[in-house]
């Protein structure tokens, strides 16, 4: 009889520690979400970037950052549209990216406006060499 109830307990326990876990691994995810990675995170992010990359002021921050957010939430609204194809998807990006350009130059000194759009050349080159990298991979191995 004892022998059945320490099984009994240890089962138990492991079914309880069990339970903790994933309401810890739960709790973590919709930190994430909710957190940084959100679309007020993501913004702060590229805001924070974009500040070190070219020197904003305050007040040039908070209107990036304003510029930032609004244009994720417009990216994740496309990104969720389901209605839409690949090619419909692909131009309203390209629009919202070319809006995100001109509203950056109405905010940005003509000096920061060229390091920032530099700095965006720089990042669109490492990442097509990245994609190309990628692409002789894969080609290799077929």
């Known amino acids: 009889m004892k022998i059945f109830s320490v099984y ?7 079914l309880t520690t069990g339970l903790q876990l994933k309401t810890v691994a739960q ?5 994430i979400v909710k957190g940084r990675w959100g679309v007020e ?6 805001s924070d970037k974009i500040s070190r990359e070219v020197g904003l002021n305050k007040d040039q921050y908070k209107k990036i950052y304003t510029i930032n957010e609004d244009i994720i939430r417009r990216t994740d609204a496309i990104r969720t549209n389901t209605t839409l194809s690949k090619k419909e998807r692909m131009q309203q990006f390209k629009a919202l990216d070319s809006e995100r350009s001109q509203r950056f130059k109405s905010v940005l000194t ?7 759009n530099d700095w ?3 990042k669109k080159e490492h990442l097509e060499a990245k994609m190309e990298k990628k692409r002789m991979r894969k080609s290799g191995n077929n």
């Open 41 to 46: 995170g993501r913004a702060d992010k590229i």
């Open 110 to 116: 003509a000096t920061q406006y060229k390091k920032w």
């Open 120 to 122: 965006e050349m720089r």
């Open 8 to 14: 009994t307990v240890l089962l138990m326990m492991s």
């Open 27 to 31: 709790a973590t995810d919709s930190a």
